[in-house]
């Protein structure tokens, strides 16, 4: 059990893992399920583990260049719960004004076509930005304001 911990910590020292994640890595080197839940719930009870604070990080790091939605899943997909996510999604600020950011620093126009506007469309779509932040992003055009 020391050695679980202590490559717990090794990991942690890196970079902040989710509960779902660590355990993932910490598996195959634990002898039972029961003394990995114990390290982690002791990693918890120590504030040395905790899914709000990755999900506040991850949310830090992703907002840039990625939508609601993408990060959402992502952070589904290292086990983090809905209630941390929603509590770590306002970190990321304005969802229609980084997708506007992400539309200009990618485009150099308002699109000329419609097939244009599709696949600009599609593009941020693919990054994770909803229908209305793509709207508006799309409104505001080069200028940056809503008209």
Not at 78 to 90: S, T
Request: charged share 30%.
């Amino acid at each position: 059990m020391p050695d679980l911990r202590v490559q717990a910590l090794k990991l942690l020292t890196r970079r902040d893992h989710s509960r779902a994640e660590l355990r993932a890595k910490l598996a195959s080197e634990a002898e039972t399920s029961e003394a990995l839940d114990a390290v982690l719930d002791a990693l918890q009870g120590e504030r040395l583990l905790s899914d709000q604070r990755y999900a506040m990080q991850r949310v830090v790091a992703k907002a840039r260049r990625f939508g609601d939605t993408r990060i959402k899943h992502d952070l589904r997909l290292h086990g983090v719960g809905e209630a941390d996510i929603a509590a770590a999604l306002p970190e990321g600020g304005n969802e229609a004004d980084r997708c506007h950011a992400v539309w200009a620093r990618k485009f150099a126009g308002l699109p000329q076509s419609p097939a244009e506007r599709g696949k600009q469309m599609r593009f941020l779509q693919y990054r994770g930005f909803s229908i209305e932040a793509i709207q508006q992003a799309m409104r505001r055009g080069l200028g940056g304001e809503d008209e």
